[in-house]
């Protein structure tokens, strides 16, 4: 594999990891208000991470589709939704400051519950990198290897405050550091195990791209509004969400544009 694509895979998943490893510096429950700011930094680059390094892309290889170039973005867009719909119902998760499980009916820890929630969370930004690394091994001149590394970089860096999100709450409820950390950290190994094999598929499937780069983006919008608005926006009124939520839509924005 060449180590572009192999960089490009894996460094979502040490931003989970240097996240994570927060739990063994910071003590005591994550204040609110950075909560609140973190999940809006997260949705920020997720949304700008869908319309620029996804949606835009599949527009583009649509284009001899004439006035119907919207169609796979469309149709991709809708699958991705469908799908992470499907998945909330079925797979048992936990969100965070919530005591309510959704999902399927069992009898899991809460632990391994919001492990859940957040591998979840994971699997579309994996998706999101498999594809777009995949459409640049296939030759796509609309995706370039900086476009591809941009996308990992974001999606990096909001891993981050992800990573201690899901660990810091597992040692507030009296997890050891260690534990809470092996969490934290596994939570993110769906993002390259998803991304390896988004590859494999998009390698044989080179003419759905389109629709492929779709649902990766329709999976990441529907994480950031069924989960991360409304859990950046509860509790006592605040704009600090809506503010990091600019934030990082900026950041991604610009990172996508000059190195894309």
């Known amino acids: 594999m060449d180590l572009r694509v192999l960089l490009i895979i894996l460094l979502p998943f040490l931003g989970t990891i240097i996240g994570s490893g927060f739990v063994f510096f ?18 920020g680059v997720m949304v700008a991470a869908s319309i620029w390094s996804l949606i835009i892309p599949a527009m583009d290889q649509s284009e001899h589709m004439g006035k119907l170039a919207f169609l796979p973005a469309f ?11 499907a998945l909330d119902h079925i797979i048992p998760h936990l969100h965070i400051n919530s005591e309510c499980p959704e999902g399927m009916s069992c009898e899991l820890k809460k632990p391994t519950m919001l492990f859940f929630a957040v591998a979840l969370h994971n699997l579309p930004e994996g998706m999101a990198v498999g594809v777009v690394a995949a459409g640049w091994l296939a030759g796509d001149t609309t995706i370039s290897v900086s476009a591809a590394l941009a996308l990992a970089v974001g999606i990096a860096i909001q891993n981050v405050p992800e990573g201690a999100i899901i660990s810091m709450p597992m040692r507030s409820d009296g997890m050891s550091r260690r534990r809470a950390f092996g969490y934290g950290a596994v939570s993110g190994a769906i993002e390259p195990v998803g991304a390896i094999i988004t590859i494999l598929l998009a390698a044989l499937m080179v003419p759905i791209l389109p629709y492929l780069l779709a649902f990766s983006a329709g999976a990441m919008l529907y994480v950031v509004v069924e989960e991360l608005i409304p859990e950046m926006s509860e509790g006592e009124h605040s704009n600090i969400g809506t503010v990091f939520f600019t934030v990082g839509f900026s950041l991604m924005m610009v990172l996508d544009v000059a190195l894309g």
């Open 26 to 43: 910071l003590k005591g429950q994550m204040n609110r208000k950075l909560q609140r700011a973190l999940m809006g930094f997260a949705a």
């Open 75 to 85: 149709i991709g867009v809708w699958a991705g939704v469908l799908f992470l719909l």
